[in-house]
């Protein structure tokens, strides 16, 4: 890490006053928030880039940040600000990414922040203290296409209008304490990665559209409430490599699937759940298969009715009759 000492950062920007894009990641700056926020704001005022993760920053954020009216992405990451995000981030009406994991933030995100209409990727991620819900409004933001707030402590339903996001691509809201069913985000089609592991979400999944998520390569749902039946469509989605669902309350048998050939799957975990009945013979088929959980299920019959061939790919395979 390079350390800044002599010029410090007043010096450093007092006479970039019309630069537009400021990038000091990983730079040892080492400023409390009354000192770094005044020197930004006056000193650069047309910047549309702030990037300063890594840059041992502190808070709190000081109000002057907001002359700061081009900025479209804040960028600060990795600083140790032990504070709150403030409600006057919502005025960066230019905004396009937030990007604020591993502050050490708390209190409650501000609602207002997902009125931002140019809002694209926001992330989140470890800050444990930070608290908050998710709007409805948040479906209104046309353009949102990542968004990670794991590792946080999130709370309340997940809208079912975020169905509208059309434009999501990531979606990672993974250790939090989100509560109720998982809407259908039927129109997310370009959807690759969710995460939402480790949070108290409820119901079933058989009656989501799952055949529409083309482009789907990672689906993890462990650790929740989950019940009901395990849609095969699951099994069919053309780009699925990883399909977690562990540690849920499924029950029933495992129907056969087809477009075995096809399946991408390499990491299947089932395990913890309620299953019953036969292992259908179509999960043997899968041959990019290198992890196959299956214990702690209630799964019964005989394994001589497969091959050595069919079972010999799998390098973890567990399971348990009971």
């Not at 809407?183 to 058989?206: C, E, V, W």
Request: aromatic share 10%; glycine share 4%.
């Amino acid at each position: 890490m390079l350390k800044l000492e002599d010029p410090n950062l007043a010096m450093l920007v007092q006479n970039l006053s019309e630069l537009k894009e400021l990038d000091l990641d990983g730079v040892n700056i080492s400023a409390p928030g009354n000192e770094w926020c005044q020197v930004l704001s006056s000193s650069v005022p047309n910047r549309r880039v702030l990037s300063m993760s890594s840059c041992s920053l502190s808070g709190p954020f000081e109000f002057s940040l907001l002359k700061l009216q081009s900025l479209s992405i804040i960028h600060l990451y990795n600083n140790p600000f032990n504070a709150p995000v403030p409600e006057f981030f919502a005025n960066f009406i230019n905004l396009t990414s937030l990007h604020l994991s591993s502050c050490g933030l708390n209190g409650t995100f501000p609602e207002n922040i997902f009125k931002i209409p140019t809002l694209q990727t926001l992330y989140l991620s470890n800050n444990e203290l930070l608290q908050g819900a998710l709007p409805d409004f948040i479906g209104d933001l046309t353009v949102l296409s990542i968004v990670d707030l794991s590792v946080c402590n999130f709370r309340g339903s997940i809208p079912s209008s975020m169905a509208n996001l059309t434009q999501l691509v990531y979606l990672d809201m993974s250790s939090n304490n989100f509560t109720g069913p998982i809407p259908s985000f039927s129109r997310a089609k370009n959807l690759t990665q969710m995460y939402l592991f480790r949070n108290h979400l409820t119901g079933k999944i058989d009656s989501l559209n799952w055949k529409d998520f083309l482009n789907l390569v990672n689906l993890e749902l462990s650790y929740n409430s989950l019940e009901g039946n395990i849609p095969v469509s699951l099994f069919s989605l053309p780009s699925l490599q990883i399909l977690q669902l562990s540690s849920n309350h499924f029950s029933g048998q495992l129907n056969e699937f087809s477009n075995v050939s096809s399946c991408q799957l390499e990491i299947l975990d089932l395990s913890s759940n309620y299953l019953e009945g036969p292992i259908p013979k179509s999960i043997f088929k899968l041959r990019g298969i290198r992890d196959l959980l299956l214990s702690s299920n209630k799964f019964n019959g005989s394994l001589q009715r497969f091959n050595s061939q069919e079972i010999f790919p799998f390098l973890i395979f567990h399971t348990i009759a009971c």
